[in-house]
């Protein structure tokens, strides 16, 4: 069974800096994709980030320029660095393992607050 647990949230004032992890546990292949949503109150579930299996990323509008994805295959982890946050940045972030059968995993999520 495939398992995703985040952490490295947080309150961060406006223009700080976070780094989320995504550790997974559970049989996850270096062909998977890994990827980064988010959901502020109120709001649908938004793509944030996605790395390949080949090391492709892609942001989101809001991530462009400030966010960076990565992974690290060995250790099965992804991580999401965000900096220049905003306010607007302020939302549960939800971590994602996307196999090429179509078949997704998601953490449980992890609050991000920027406020001042």
């Known amino acids: 069974q495939v398992q995703l647990v985040e952490s490295g949230g947080g309150l961060v004032h406006p223009g700080g800096s976070l780094r989320l992890s995504c550790a997974v546990s559970?049989?996850?292949?270096?062909?998977?994709?890994m990827a980064w949503h988010r959901q502020a109150p109120g709001q649908q579930r938004e793509l944030v980030a996605v790395?390949?299996?080949?090391?492709?990323?892609i942001y989101g509008d809001s991530a462009k320029g400030r966010f960076t994805i990565s992974r690290d295959n060995a250790k099965n982890t992804s991580y999401l660095q965000m900096n220049g946050l905003k306010p607007e940045d302020t939302a549960v972030y939800y971590c994602?393992?996307?196999?090429?059968?179509?078949?997704?995993?998601w953490g449980q999520g992890i609050q991000v607050t920027v406020a001042s």
């Open positions: 994602q393992v996307a196999q090429p059968s179509g078949t997704a995993y």
């Open positions: 559970g049989t996850i292949f270096s062909t998977d994709g």
């Open positions: 790395i390949t299996s080949g090391g492709r990323t």
